[in-house]
């Protein structure tokens, strides 16, 4: 079983910066899709990007893609979500997400981009973007 905890949401203007960090614990770190998603009230949960743990592999949704920065530091078990240029749209819940370590895949990217493909979820950490 495998912990996840979300920090470093808050308040930003628009145009500004916040890092979200995800710690993992209670099981091994090494070959997990580590995702984030967001969500507002009343709409689907929705990826935002993926980190594969174990290359560093890295895919962004188009939506998140030169203005978001997924990093990690592998002896912390911990990801990071550096989010820049934050717009009023960026406003909703952010969960962290994995699922069961993985060794073998089809396709150039060993992890799912959907929200079916993660079993487990931290508490989530609000973030909102208003002038």
């Known amino acids: 079983q495998v912990l996840l905890v979300e920090s470093g949401g808050g308040s930003v203007q628009p145009g500004g910066s916040l890092r979200l960090s995800c710690s993992a614990s209670g099981s091994t770190y090494n070959g997990r899709c580590m995702g984030w998603f967001r969500q507002t009230p009343g709409k689907e949960r929705e990826w935002v990007g993926t980190?594969?743990?174990?290359?560093?592999?890295?895919r962004y949704a188009d939506s998140v893609k030169g203005r978001f920065t997924l990093s990690q530091a592998v002896a912390q078990k911990t990801v990071y979500l550096q989010m820049s240029d934050l717009k009023p749209e960026d406003t909703a819940m952010y969960y962290c997400g994995t699922d069961a370590p993985r060794t073998s895949w089809y396709g150039p990217f060993p992890c799912s981009i959907t929200r079916s493909g993660y079993s487990y979820w931290g508490q989530g950490t609000q973030v909102t973007v208003s002038s």
């Open positions: 980190i594969y743990t174990d290359s560093g592999s890295i």
